[in-house]
Structure formats: C-alpha cells, structure tokens
C-alpha cells in the first residue's frame, strides 16, 4: 500500500492527461515490461539524464511507485547521468509535499537519500551516479532517455536490452525564480502521470 498523500497525489494525477502523441512515444517501455512480466523475468529500468540530478530521479522514483499502485512485481528501477553532480534539493522537496518520505543518509557535496513510498516496501536509495555505476545493473536492462543532452551525446549505452527516449523538458530553466517551485510540481506530476499510465497498461 502506497503512503495515503501519495495515493491523494495518484487520484490527483488522474486529471492530468497523456497526450495521444506522448501514448505512443511510451508505447515500447510498456512493450518491454509487458515482455518481461510475461516471461516472469526481473523488469530493470534505468533512467538516464546527464547529470542525474533532476528528471532522471523523479522517473526513476515515479516508475517504482507506479509499479507498486498497480501491482507489478519484480521491478527495479535506477537512475543514471553520463557524469555524477547530486540530486538537486528540490526534488526532495517537491516529492516530500507529494506524499514521499525522504531521508538524507549522508552529508557529502553528493548525499545519499532514502525515498520511501509505501510502509512495507524497500526504499529507494538515490544520488547522482554515472549510469554505468556499480549500484546500477550492468546488463538486462531498459535505458531510458529523459533528456535530449543524454540521448544525443551518449550513442551507446553498454549493457542496455533496448533504449527508450523519454523525454522531459528541465525544471532546472527555473531554478532561483519566483516559478521554481510550482514548475518542480509541474514537472513531477507530468512524469507522475506518465508512469502511471505505463504502469496501468501491464497484464499481470
């Protein structure tokens, strides 16, 4: 069972809708969890950003706690960047007002969190790592593209079963701006959604 503000964000999140266009861009990360549920094999997601610091958290947190709202099991889901800087303070903020609780576990220039979504449920441990760090997967696994820097400038992908553009636009254009919190939310609920609806096309 989801944390109850996160099941009151989930319900929220049901008035935001997926475009017809954006249905068909997830279409194959659907496609491949549908694989794996169906073979009874592990579902590995990374999701890749350049510095793993924004979208590529907020996915990666979303997608394992949209797994979880509908039932999905054996899904694990990372996060990534082609260089490591640390997740910027206003994920956790702006997930923490969405229900999450968040943990800081260490106070280095790139701290590590722990983001629990649900009582019983494993947290998710986050920083900001290379996508081939030691704690990601190094094989059977979906790479998942949230930004166009990180798909562009990164051709190859070692280890990857297929790569999935994903793609979300960076609240980092708003940082230090009256706008900085409201588009956070905006940014998160649009992933939010978009996992959801991903998440709710699996047949168990």
């Given at each position: 069972?989801?944390?109850?503000?996160?099941?009151?964000?989930?319900?929220?999140?049901?008035?935001?809708?997926?475009?017809?266009?954006?249905?068909?861009?997830?279409?194959?990360?659907?496609?491949?969890?549908?694989?794996?549920?169906?073979?009874?094999?592990?579902?590995?997601?990374?999701?890749?950003?350049?510095?793993?610091?924004?979208?590529?958290?907020?996915?990666?947190?979303?997608?394992?706690?949209?797994?979880?709202?509908?039932?999905?099991?054996?899904?694990?889901?990372?996060?990534?960047?082609?260089?490591?800087?640390?997740?910027?303070?206003?994920?956790?903020?702006?997930?923490?007002?969405?229900?999450?609780?968040?943990?800081?576990?260490?106070?280095?220039?790139?701290?590590?969190?722990?983001?629990k979504y649900a009582e019983n449920a494993h947290p998710i441990i986050c920083f900001s790592k290379k996508y081939d760090d030691d704690f990601n997967p190094?094989?059977?696994?979906?790479?998942?593209?949230?930004?166009?820097?990180?798909?562009?400038?990164?051709?190859?992908?070692?280890?990857?079963?297929?790569?999935?553009?994903?793609?979300?636009?960076?609240?980092?254009?708003?940082?230090?701006?009256?706008?900085?919190?409201?588009?956070?939310?905006?940014?998160?609920?649009?992933?939010?959604?978009?996992?959801?609806?991903?998440?709710?096309?699996?047949?168990?």
């Amino acid at each position: 069972m989801l944390f109850k503000e996160i099941n009151n964000t989930v319900e929220l999140l049901k008035n935001i809708k997926v475009s017809t266009e954006r249905k068909s861009g997830l279409q194959p990360l659907v496609d491949y969890i549908q694989t794996k549920v169906s073979q009874g094999e592990n579902v590995n997601l990374n999701f890749i950003c350049t510095h793993n610091s924004r979208r590529s958290h907020l996915a990666q947190i979303w997608a394992q706690t949209a797994a979880q709202n509908f039932g999905v099991k054996n899904v694990y889901c990372y996060s990534g960047g082609t260089e490591a800087t640390a997740m910027f303070p206003m994920v956790g903020k702006t997930l923490e007002k969405q229900g999450f609780q968040i943990a800081k576990l260490s106070n280095e220039k790139n701290p590590v969190y722990s983001v629990k979504y649900a009582e019983n449920a494993h947290p998710i441990i986050c920083f900001s790592k290379k996508y081939d760090d030691d704690f990601n997967p190094k094989g059977a696994f979906a790479a998942l593209m949230t930004c166009d820097h990180a798909d562009e400038n990164c051709p190859f992908i070692f280890g990857c079963e297929v790569r999935i553009p994903v793609r979300y636009n960076d609240p980092k254009a708003f940082d230090n701006t009256p706008q900085q919190e409201e588009k956070y939310l905006e940014r998160s609920n649009e992933i939010a959604s978009e996992m959801m609806y991903v998440f709710s096309q699996i047949k168990k």
